[in-house]
């Protein structure tokens, strides 16, 4: 492996205990910044959430009796390590719901904390802190917001910051290990490494005479690796979509433009400055400086790629722009200060009025994110109305009974989640009671709940005796379905 000394030692202590202040108060604000999601939202966003809470109930119920099934349950999710992280969620005492909410909470955090190792290593305390700042800052910038299926993706990051640390010091097992760890919870990021890696090895053995032997041979035994990776990713992701044609493209593929306009511009401005920097790094850190610049291109690239034709998961790629933006515009930051203030007094004035005036934006802006997507009204998220129905559910039936719903809203998708009741999707509540109509009911009790928001029952059942209403509110309907039962609708 390549061992760049200026890597894997860090720098020496400073006397002073500005950078320990420093630092402190980079972690401070990035907790704030991470929790100001938890603080200011009240439910997950999405489907995604349902299904992480469903998994890791399902496998713990299982888990005492039934190791087998729990794994096969695990594993057979897209994000298997990402699942299993999530599960431990369970030791905390708070809703479901909230623990989800919490694990991406936390996830971001460790992001931003990762991020100041990396930097801290490549460059010292103060593009280690800056870091630190500027990815706490970008919440909802990362994705547009906070919502379920970032979780596995935010899982990990830190688990690809580490295998570039890792990498970068020339502790070769061990950035194989996470690379492998990376690739569980998130084979897009796994991916994303994995072809960065690749895309590094023929500049690097271009410039091989700068390494001895031994090293030429580990930068080899890593590209086989990743090709082989690359090659099993690839069947891995596509054997989950079973039609890869038929997934839609991004009707709102992320822009550059659009988030170079908004209060995380200034970083994206920096970042040529960063990726400047480090192309000076080839001659004494040609393995973190070919590795970085690789990252960051691919990561431009893939969120760019509705400008090749593709609008494919541009949201997603996101992210790593974020992450790469975060790394390039940390190294310059602190550079570029130096340079227009040489006085430390003026340095740390600007400083302070500079992080200050961005953070009020980003807080004002995370705030308005949050408060759109929490507000009824807009229906992103599960409607006030639609959970006291299932908390009814789960204080007035039996959870042995089935729940059946149309799939006109992923909301049903927390029916079981929330109520243990099992759960059964059909295409909508008309056909569904329509064909009750033309045949025998079904023996066994079971209900059908109406989303109302998103679903009307058409069907007059008054004069229908095997069904009847039992639970009704501005967002939804619940109907019992018996052989037998006495309408009262």
Same mark, same amino acid.
């Given at each position: 492996?390549?061992?760049?000394?200026?890597?894997?030692?860090?720098?020496?202590?400073?006397?002073?205990?500005?950078?320990?202040?420093?630092?402190?108060?980079?972690?401070?604000?990035?907790?704030?910044?991470?929790? =100001?999601?938890?603080? =200011?939202?009240?439910?997950?966003?999405?489907?995604?959430?349902?299904?992480?809470? %469903?998994?890791?109930?399902?496998?713990?119920?299982?888990?005492?009796?039934?190791?087998?099934?729990?794994?096969?349950?695990?594993?057979?999710?897209?994000?298997?390590?990402?699942?299993?992280?999530?599960?431990?969620? *369970?030791?905390?005492? $708070?809703?479901?719901?909230?623990?989800?909410?919490?694990?991406?909470?936390?996830?971001?955090?460790?992001?931003?904390?990762?991020?100041?190792?990396?930097?801290?290593?490549?460059?010292?305390?103060?593009?280690? *802190?800056?870091?630190?700042?500027?990815?706490?800052? *970008?919440?909802?910038?990362?994705?547009?917001?906070?919502?379920?299926?970032?979780?596995?993706?935010?899982?990990?990051?830190?688990?690809?910051?580490?295998?570039?640390?890792?990498?970068?010091?020339?502790?070769?097992?061990?950035?194989?290990?996470?690379?492998?760890?990376?690739?569980?919870?998130?084979?897009?990021?796994?991916?994303?490494?994995?072809?960065?890696?690749? %895309?590094?090895?023929?500049?690097?053995?271009?410039?091989?005479?700068?390494?001895?032997?031994?090293?030429?041979? *580990?930068?080899?035994?890593?590209?086989?690796?990743?090709?082989? #990776?690359?090659?099993?990713?690839?069947?891995?992701?596509?054997?989950?979509?079973?039609?890869?044609?038929?997934?839609?493209?991004?009707?709102?593929?992320?822009?550059?433009?659009?988030?170079?306009?908004?209060?995380?511009?200034?970083?994206?401005?920096?970042?040529?400055?960063?990726?400047?920097?480090?192309?000076?790094?080839?001659?004494?850190?040609?393995?973190?400086?070919?590795?970085?610049?690789?990252?960051?291109?691919?990561?431009?690239?893939?969120?760019?790629?509705?400008?090749?034709?593709?609008? #494919?998961?541009?949201?997603?790629?996101?992210?790593?722009?974020?992450?790469?933006?975060?790394?390039?515009?940390?190294?310059?930051?602190?550079?570029?200060?130096?340079?227009?203030?040489?006085?430390?007094?003026?340095?740390? %004035?600007?400083?302070?009025?500079?992080?200050?005036?961005?953070?009020?934006?980003?807080?004002?802006?995370?705030?308005?994110?949050? =408060?759109?997507?929490?507000?009824?009204?807009?229906?992103?998220?599960?409607?006030?109305? !639609? #959970?006291? %129905?299932?908390?009814? $559910?789960?204080?007035?039936?039996?959870?042995?009974?089935?729940?059946?719903?149309?799939?006109?809203?992923?909301?049903?998708?927390?029916?079981?989640?929330?109520?243990?009741?099992?759960?059964?999707?059909?295409?909508?509540?008309?056909?569904?009671?329509?064909?009750?109509?033309?045949?025998?009911?079904?023996?066994?009790?079971?209900?059908?709940?109406?989303?109302?928001?998103? !679903?009307? #029952?058409?069907?007059?059942?008054?004069?229908?005796?095997?069904?009847?209403?039992?639970?009704?509110?501005?967002?939804?309907?619940?109907?019992?379905? =018996?052989?037998?039962?006495?309408?009262?609708?």
């Amino acid at each position: 492996m390549l061992k760049e000394n200026p890597l894997s030692v860090p720098p020496p202590r400073p006397a002073s205990f500005l950078p320990f202040l420093t630092i402190a108060a980079a972690v401070l604000l990035a907790i704030v910044f991470s929790f =100001q999601y938890y603080w =200011q939202t009240t439910f997950p966003i999405g489907g995604d959430a349902a299904d992480y809470v %469903a998994t890791a109930k399902q496998s713990l119920r299982t888990m005492p009796h039934d190791l087998k099934f729990a794994w096969s349950n695990i594993t057979a999710t897209a994000y298997p390590l990402a699942h299993v992280l999530f599960i431990f969620s *369970a030791l905390i005492p $708070i809703p479901w719901p909230d623990r989800f909410t919490l694990w991406t909470t936390l996830a971001h955090l460790l992001t931003s904390l990762s991020l100041g190792v990396l930097l801290y290593r490549l460059s010292g305390w103060r593009s280690a *802190a800056g870091a630190i700042i500027i990815w706490a800052l *970008a919440t909802t910038t990362i994705n547009n917001h906070f919502e379920d299926g970032t979780l596995a993706q935010l899982m990990s990051l830190p688990l690809l910051i580490w295998f570039f640390i890792h990498f970068f010091s020339g502790r070769k097992y061990l950035a194989l290990i996470f690379l492998i760890l990376t690739f569980l919870t998130h084979p897009i990021t796994g991916l994303m490494a994995i072809t960065t890696i690749a %895309a590094s090895v023929p500049p690097l053995l271009v410039l091989t005479n700068l390494f001895r032997p031994p090293h030429r041979s *580990a930068v080899i035994i890593f590209s086989l690796i990743s090709g082989l #990776l690359i090659l099993a990713g690839s069947f891995a992701i596509f054997s989950k979509l079973k039609n890869f044609q038929s997934i839609s493209p991004d009707l709102n593929p992320f822009s550059l433009i659009e988030i170079t306009r908004s209060f995380f511009g200034p970083f994206v401005l920096l970042a040529p400055l960063g990726l400047l920097i480090i192309t000076r790094w080839l001659n004494t850190r040609p393995l973190a400086a070919i590795t970085l610049i690789n990252f960051s291109l691919i990561s431009l690239l893939t969120s760019q790629n509705h400008l090749l034709g593709l609008s #494919l998961w541009t949201f997603r790629f996101q992210t790593y722009l974020i992450m790469a933006i975060t790394i390039l515009s940390a190294l310059a930051l602190p550079r570029l200060i130096r340079l227009m203030f040489s006085y430390r007094p003026l340095r740390l %004035a600007f400083i302070l009025i500079f992080f200050a005036a961005i953070s009020l934006t980003a807080w004002d802006v995370h705030a308005n994110i949050y =408060q759109l997507y929490e507000s009824p009204a807009r229906y992103h998220r599960l409607h006030p109305d !639609e #959970l006291a %129905a299932l908390e009814w $559910i789960n204080s007035n039936l039996n959870n042995q009974f089935l729940i059946i719903s149309s799939n006109a809203t992923r909301h049903a998708e927390w029916i079981y989640p929330l109520t243990d009741h099992p759960w059964k999707a059909t295409s909508s509540a008309d056909q569904y009671f329509s064909d009750l109509l033309d045949d025998p009911p079904p023996l066994n009790t079971r209900y059908f709940m109406v989303f109302k928001k998103v !679903e009307k #029952l058409n069907i007059d059942l008054s004069s229908y005796s095997h069904a009847r209403r039992i639970f009704s509110n501005d967002a939804a309907d619940i109907y019992i379905i =018996q052989a037998n039962v006495k309408n009262s609708n």
